[in-house]
């Protein structure tokens, strides 16, 4: 089964780059998506099958996956990206499963 | 707008049951897989159920299968989770989740309730 790995917290400073891993056993092969949870508000998918961006979501988010880690890449953190965030991928090897990340809470300082 | 909106989430003893309900709107329901998934201080997001655009097929965690049942009623743009026998460990924030297509091979969840809480007390 899938265990995925992140790193528990991230800080970052306005106007510099975050960057989220995500750590699995051979997880390039898989599709992962990213998400980002404010307190209060509904979760929103930032990045979907690796590196796309939904409609509405900014250029300064951006993905890539290979081997055993994805990443996601916040760059130019503003202070409204302080949030935890979630890898995602599909567990289809022996149960039907999404499997999510352990989280990460970015915070800008 | 396309809007997912939970209820039902209430404080309830071990080995009671609860039933939730998500309301969509704004987008064609029945074209869509449609998850639970929900959120504690401790673990994190855990991917709770997922059912196809037609209700034919469902998947569980495997800490709920047996004791949750996931369904859908497409005239009604309505998603539930009938949750029985639950536990001190099913106390979490439920959300529903639209898949970004009628797939079932983990192609994402694009929009995403406000939640509904869930409290498993005695």
């Known amino acids: 089964s899938d265990v995925l790995t992140q790193p528990p917290s991230v800080s970052v400073a306005p106007g510099k780059t975050a960057t989220i891993t995500c750590g699995g056993a051979n997880i390039g092969s898989k599709t992962v998506h990213w998400y980002q949870l404010r307190p209060g508000q509904a979760p929103v998918m930032v990045i979907y099958d690796d590196s796309d961006r939904p409609s509405g979501i900014p250029e300064r988010f951006s993905g890539s996956n290979s081997g055993n880690t994805a990443t996601l890449t916040i760059s130019g953190v503003e202070a409204g990206d302080e949030a935890e965030y979630y890898c995602q991928v599909w567990d289809s090897s022996h149960d039907h499963r999404d499997v999510f990340g352990t989280g990460t809470k970015v915070t800008v300082l | 707008e396309v809007q997912l909106a939970e209820s039902g989430g209430a404080v309830v003893q071990p080995g009671g049951s609860l039933r939730l309900s998500c309301a969509a709107s704004g987008f064609t329901f029945d074209d869509y897989t449609m998850h639970w998934v929900r959120q504690t201080p401790t673990k994190g997001l855990e991917w709770v159920s997922l059912?196809?655009?037609?209700?034919?097929?469902?998947y569980y965690a495997g800490s709920v299968r047996g004791r949750f049942t996931i369904s859908r009623d497409n005239s009604k743009n309505s998603l539930y989770l009938q949750m029985n026998n639950l536990t001190t460990e099913d106390t979490a924030l439920y959300y529903c989740?639209?898949?970004?297509?009628?797939?079932?091979?983990?192609?994402?969840?694009?929009?995403w309730g406000q939640g509904t809480t869930v409290t498993v007390s005695s």
């Open positions: 989740a639209k898949d970004m297509t009628s797939g079932l091979d983990g192609d994402g969840m694009d929009v």
């Open positions: 059912i196809s655009w037609d209700g034919a097929i469902t």
